[in-house]
C-alpha cells in the first residue's frame, strides 16, 4: 500500500491496488473529534460551544471523502467534530431518523440548529456552518 501523508492531519490517503481511494484516521480522535456511542451521543451534543455531528458509516465512499475536510474544520476552528458510526449506533441513527449518509447537524446546547445530507466541499462546509452558527 501507498501513503500519502496530508500535512495538517492525521489523516492518511491509500491507494490500494485496484485503484480505489478512501481515508482512514491513524489515531481514534484527532484534536477536538470525538466518536460517540448510543450511551453518550446526548451527553456530548449538550456540551459548550459549536458542533457539528457526521452520520457516517465505514463503507461510506462520500463520508470517507469527507473526513479530512471535517477534521481540518475542527482542528483550525473552536468547533468540535462528533463522528456517529451508523452501523455501531443504531439507536442514535433512528432517533434522529438518519436515512443518508453522510449526514451533517449542527447543535449548540444540545438543540439541533440545522441539517445536510450527502458530502459537502470545503466551500459548501463553510456555508453550513456560516448558515447555522452564523460568521465569525
Not at 26 to 49: M, N, Q, V, W
Not at 60 to 79: R, T, V, Y
Not at 123 to 136: H, M, S, V
Amino acid at each position: 500500500m501507498n501513503a500519502l501523508r496530508l500535512a495538517s492531519t492525521n489523516i492518511s490517503a491509500v491507494v490500494r491496488p485496484q485503484g480505489v481511494r478512501y481515508f482512514q484516521s491513524s489515531r481514534a480522535a484527532l484534536g477536538p473529534i470525538l466518536h460517540a456511542t448510543d450511551s453518550d451521543f446526548t451527553t456530548l451534543i449538550k456540551r459548550d460551544g459549536r458542533i457539528i455531528v457526521q452520520f457516517h458509516a465505514e463503507w461510506c465512499g462520500p463520508c470517507k471523502f469527507m473526513d479530512p475536510i471535517l477534521a481540518a474544520k475542527a482542528e483550525n476552528s473552536d468547533i468540535t467534530l462528533i463522528k456517529v458510526d451508523i452501523d455501531a449506533c443504531p439507536t442514535v441513527a433512528n432517533q434522529h431518523q438518519i436515512r443518508g449518509v453522510p449526514t451533517l447537524k449542527a447543535y449548540k446546547g444540545g438543540a439541533e440548529l440545522k441539517e445536510s445530507v450527502g458530502a459537502l466541499r470545503p466551500p459548501q462546509l463553510d456555508a453550513f456552518i456560516d448558515e447555522a452558527f452564523g460568521k465569525k
